[in-house]
């Protein structure tokens, strides 16, 4: 795989060589890479092997400053290359969400309506990251949701239960934990699906029922 990178010519001693302007360098860091070096636009910015310059019409001090330019390209490629090299980082561990939350967002009623809502949430990671414990507390104009749920990870699987205190519900957890985000199935006295997105220091929260209590609900929060 090629990139272009913006590059500024440097100042040759001599008009001859080239005058100072915007260019590029081309770096492959894609898989199976051969090491080829970059391929830079113009004749007096390419590779030089050894100090074959004569070809070029250049003088010693032209090449040096060429030979400078090729190795500020190198450095340039191979910085490139390690952050391409550097793996995505993503929350997989219940540690990840242990804290106090606080936030806004909305619910829909079965009557359509939507109201707004103020959140707190309380996430415990418990057993090394292996158990979460989840208390969310949310109240708008009329109506309160507090939901509670016990959650265990093996690997990326879910499982666990949960109660929702102001319908009166209970029933089981399952789903997923990957890449900062988990999904799960709420079954049960109302059967639901729940999301949970981490995105930087905030995690949306999404949940969606079969038209008993609620519609859905829509929550973005903060680590507090």
């Given at each position: 795989?090629?990139?272009?990178?913006?590059?500024?010519?440097?100042?040759?001693?001599?008009?001859?060589?080239?005058?100072?302007?915007?260019n590029?360098?081309?770096?492959?860091?894609?898989?199976?890479?051969?090491?080829?070096?970059?391929?830079?636009?113009?004749?007096?910015?390419?590779?030089?092997?050894?100090?074959?310059?004569?070809?070029?019409?250049?003088?010693l001090?032209?090449?040096?400053?060429?030979?400078?330019?090729?190795?500020?390209?190198?450095?340039?490629?191979?910085?490139?290359?390690?952050?391409?090299?550097?793996?995505?980082?993503?929350?997989?561990?219940?540690?990840?969400l242990?804290g106090?939350?606080?936030?806004?967002?909305?619910?829909?009623?079965?009557?359509?309506?939507?109201?707004a809502?103020?959140?707190?949430?309380?996430f415990?990671?418990?057993?090394?990251?292996?158990?979460?414990?989840i208390a969310?507390?949310?109240?708008?104009?009329?109506?309160?949701?507090?939901?509670r749920?016990?959650?265990?990870?093996?690997?990326e699987?879910?499982?666990?239960?949960?109660?929702?205190r102001?319908?009166?519900?209970?029933?089981?957890v399952?789903?997923?934990?990957a890449?900062?985000?988990i999904?799960?199935?709420i079954?049960?006295?109302?059967?639901a699906?729940?999301?949970?997105?981490?995105?930087?220091?905030?995690?949306?929260?999404?949940?969606?029922?079969?038209?008993?209590?609620?519609?859905?609900?829509?929550?973005?929060?903060?680590?507090?």
């Amino acid at each position: 795989m090629g990139v272009l990178l913006p590059w500024v010519e440097p100042a040759y001693p001599t008009g001859a060589a080239g005058a100072r302007s915007l260019n590029y360098v081309r770096c492959s860091i894609g898989p199976g890479d051969t090491g080829d070096r970059p391929k830079i636009g113009r004749i007096h910015d390419q590779w030089l092997s050894g100090l074959d310059t004569q070809s070029l019409g250049w003088n010693l001090e032209e090449a040096t400053v060429a030979m400078q330019a090729r190795f500020a390209k190198s450095l340039l490629c191979a910085g490139l290359a390690l952050l391409a090299q550097v793996p995505a980082t993503f929350a997989t561990s219940f540690q990840d969400l242990a804290g106090t939350w606080r936030g806004v967002g909305r619910v829909q009623l079965l009557s359509g309506q939507s109201e707004a809502l103020s959140c707190k949430a309380y996430f415990t990671a418990k057993e090394a990251g292996a158990g979460l414990g989840i208390a969310l507390a949310c109240a708008s104009a009329s109506n309160k949701i507090d939901l509670r749920a016990s959650l265990a990870q093996t690997g990326e699987a879910i499982s666990g239960t949960w109660e929702e205190r102001s319908f009166n519900s209970t029933g089981s957890v399952a789903g997923t934990f990957a890449n900062d985000r988990i999904d799960l199935t709420i079954e049960g006295t109302i059967k639901a699906t729940m999301s949970i997105t981490l995105e930087g220091k905030s995690q949306l929260i999404s949940i969606a029922t079969e038209g008993q209590g609620f519609r859905s609900v829509d929550l973005e929060l903060e680590r507090s």
